[in-house]
């Protein structure tokens, strides 16, 4: 009985990862469309749009849902002091950059499984647009 049982939880698991790795490999052959039809964006639009669509849970100084933005373009990710991040993200081990910023914001699980951030822009001119108006409120 016991043994059967957990014979049914290891085959449960390993369906469940090769569903995990046939969803991950569909999602690493849409970012290589997307990322590939990546154009300089417009900080000034940017500005318009992150304000639409980011101030809801970001402000570029203060933290909010999400953590401040100011500089995020070229910040360790996960790294705001105080902010209380998923323990996914704070676990990351990278630094935001425009090709970085633009696969968080077509799917964040693609970047970070887990993490806490649960929204996306699915117009690639709209990510660019956003992304260089972070990478210049960053000063960079
Ligand atoms: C519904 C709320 C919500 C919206 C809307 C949202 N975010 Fe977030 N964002 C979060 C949360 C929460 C986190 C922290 C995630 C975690 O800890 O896993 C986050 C994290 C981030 C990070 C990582 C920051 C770091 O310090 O590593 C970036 C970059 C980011 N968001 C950009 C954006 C942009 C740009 C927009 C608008 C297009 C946006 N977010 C819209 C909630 C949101």
Redesign the pocket.
Known sequence: MILNRNLSISQMMFAGGTLMLLAIGLLAFTFVEKVSAMTPGDPANGKV??EK??????ALDTD??????RG?YG??????PG????????A?NFT?DAAG?DK??TD?ESV?P????????PKAE??AD??EY?RVSSGK
């Not at 669509?53 to 970001?58: A, D, E």
């Not at 902010?83 to 704070?90: H, Q």
């Open positions: 749009l992150f669509r980011c101030t809801g849970c970001h909010k849902e999400g953590p401040r933005l995020v910040r360790k990710a996960g790294s705001v902010f209380v991040y998923s323990d996914a993200l704070k990351a935001w910023l968080w914001l964040t970070v887990n993490n806490d951030m649960s929204f996306h822009v709209e990510r956003i992304i972070l």
